[in-house]
């Protein structure tokens, strides 16, 4: 079990670690203690106790990492303020023009070091994760997702001519020549599998982006994944559930950021 106790030496009784525990395992004992039980072993070791103790003073093994903390942890927006979010969101493009330069072994463990710590339901981090950089493979795959996605009638007509033009200028259509695509998969077949796996992803095109990389979500794969077992096996992935998006250094630059359409929002005047 992860969280082993509390160190008293260093408990202050504020319990505030029974206020934050989503599943109530810190227990107000009568001789103003408290003290963590999980019989049952279910914490999903979000380590909200972890965070939120003044003290410092919640025992824990076998963790994964070690706790952080940095200068304005408590006012994030001072770390990140709006206006430079709001710039940053904005000009992420999906990006389909990619230098042929490998990226760094080190960068893309940065990339997967953030998407590893995107949120998922119930704290179950269940997703596995791959990384294919071997153009060969890439290019087995995309014929492989190419041909799926032409050869179903139903979605022939939107795919084909669309794939005949990527393919004069691209020897890797569907990934856009980029020199690396991740991969992120769940044997999980939960209805908040896609979720975690979306926002896994979004982690890591957003890691990507601040490291100076350009990405894009590949759906073309996940669509011909459902349908075809080869897809899958060329990736060298299992289950139901998964998504890819291409990584690498863009060869192109946007002068400016696109308008998107407004969505009424109900229940909140807008104008
Ligand atoms: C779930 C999802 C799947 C996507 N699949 C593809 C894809 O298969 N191929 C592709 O070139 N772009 C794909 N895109 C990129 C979208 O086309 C792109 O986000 C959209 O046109 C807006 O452009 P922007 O991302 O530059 O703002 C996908 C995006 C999302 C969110």
């Known amino acids: 079990m992860p969280i082993i106790g509390i160190n008293y030496e260093k408990c202050n009784s504020c319990r505030m670690c029974i206020k ?19 019989v049952d072993n ?29 200068e304005g942890i408590d006012k994030l927006e001072t770390v990140v303020p709006y206006e430079s979010f709001y710039k940053f ?8 023009h990619y230098k042929r330069r490998e990226v760094p072994k080190e960068t893309l463990k940065k990339v997967l070091d ?3 710590y995107a949120p998922t339901a119930n704290n179950l981090q269940y997703e596995k994760y791959v990384v294919i950089s ?32 990527r393919k004069k200028y691209f020897e890797v259509p569907v990934f856009h020549d980029a020199p690396h695509v991740i991969f992120v998969y769940s044997l999980l077949d939960m209805p908040v599998t896609d979720h975690n796996i979306g926002i896994i992803i979004t982690y890591g095109r957003l890691a990507a982006q601040s490291l100076g990389l350009g990405t894009c979500w590949i759906g073309w ?9 080869k897809v899958m096996k060329l990736a060298g992935i299992r289950g139901k559930h998964m998504g890819a998006f291409t990584i690498g250094y863009p060869n192109i630059t946007y002068k400016r950021c696109p308008p998107r359409s407004r969505k009424p929002v109900k229940g909140l005047k807008l104008e």
Not at 45 to 67: M, V, W
Request: contains cysteine.
């Open 20 to 38: 934050e525990c989503p599943r109530r395992f810190f227990i107000d004992e009568s001789n103003n203690r408290v003290f963590f039980e999980d």
């Open 42 to 70: 279910t914490c999903n070791l979000c380590g909200h106790c972890i965070a939120i103790c003044p003290e410092d003073a919640i025992l824990y093994e076998g963790f994964g990492d070690d706790t952080f903390t940095f």
């Open 89 to 96: 969101i904005r000009a992420t493009r999906s990006i389909r």
């Open 114 to 116: 953030i998407m590893q």
């Open 134 to 165: 071997d153009r060969e493979k890439l290019k087995n795959i995309s014929d492989a997702v190419i041909e799926t996605l032409t050869r179903n009638p139903g979605m022939k007509a939107q795919y084909e001519e669309n794939f005949n033009i």
């Open 221 to 229: 794969v996940q669509i011909a994944a459902l349908e075809s077992k």
